[in-house]
């Protein structure tokens, strides 16, 4: 089955240190992958997308993400964070349908990054 | 650019009435407008996708009599929630893309609606 999983559920990370979030898809084909971060109450805001060529692709806010298909990973990454990352982040995929029009937008659990002073 | 409004952003009602959402994009036209609904730390579930002109496609348990959608033009798509009761009450939020002009064009997210329903 189409898929997107994010083994982790909760990360706390001190301001300033590195962050990585795991997303791993289960596709027939290369989906379209996505990252999105959800401030508490609001909608979702995308940090960056994959949908083909490079495999490190740079976001806003200095987030970037490296797509494996060996590992069947797309995992999002920031060098220094800031207390302002605090948030929930979603990976998604979808596949395109032959007909030019998107697919379901299929979202992981979620992660929820904690920032420490 | 590609800007998506809902509204309202909070609503409170008592149970048995209808409450209607409205989800605009503001500036690029919507062919395709997608409804979710989030519980409280859960990720988002997919209820339903409309294309302008067309009824809305409906997830499986989604009963369609209770919400309904429509999607009469290519800015804005509305949500009724019809006959609400408490176990309605949750986070709902649209999303809406290009698609039909653009296939890499990615689903923009309106803020939510939190829909509390006494």
């Known amino acids: 089955a189409q898929s997107v999983t994010q083994p982790d559920i909760h990360i706390t990370v001190s301001e300033g240190a590195s962050l990585e979030l795991r997303c791993n898809y289960s596709?027939?084909?290369?989906?379209?992958l996505f990252w999105y971060v959800q401030s508490p109450g609001q909608g979702l805001q995308l940090l960056l997308k994959?949908?083909?060529?490079?495999?490190l692709v740079q976001g806003i806010k200095g987030f970037e993400a490296e797509f494996k298909r060996s590992q069947s990973s797309f995992n999002l990454r920031k060098p220094s964070v800031h207390w302002s990352d605090a948030a929930e982040y979603f990976c998604?995929?979808?596949?395109?349908?032959?007909?030019?029009?998107?697919?379901?937008?299929?979202f992981g659990a979620g992660t929820q990054v904690v920032v420490t002073p | 650019g590609a800007v998506v409004s809902q509204h309202p952003s909070w609503v409170i009602c008592k149970s048995g009435t209808s409450v209607k959402i409205e989800c605009r994009s503001l500036?690029?036209?919507?062919?395709?407008m997608f409804w979710y609904r989030q519980f409280p730390k859960q990720s988002l579930m997919l209820m339903a996708t409309?294309?302008?002109?067309?009824?809305?496609?409906?997830e499986q348990g989604v009963e369609k009599d209770k919400f309904l959608i429509n999607h009469a033009s290519l800015t804005l798509s509305t949500l009724t929630v019809t006959s609400a009761h408490p176990e309605d009450s949750s986070f709902y939020i649209c999303?809406?893309?290009?698609?039909?002009?653009?296939?890499?064009?990615?689903?923009?997210f309106g803020d939510g609606t939190r829909l509390s329903i006494l």
């Open positions: 994959y949908f083909s060529g490079d495999t």
């Open positions: 999303s809406a893309t290009a698609a039909r002009d653009r296939v890499d064009q990615p689903q923009h």
């Open positions: 409309s294309n302008e002109g067309s009824k809305a496609t409906y």
């Open positions: 500036d690029f036209q919507a062919t395709t």
């Open positions: 596709y027939g084909a290369t989906p379209y």
């Open positions: 998604a995929g979808a596949v395109v349908r032959t007909t030019d029009s998107w697919g379901k937008l299929q």
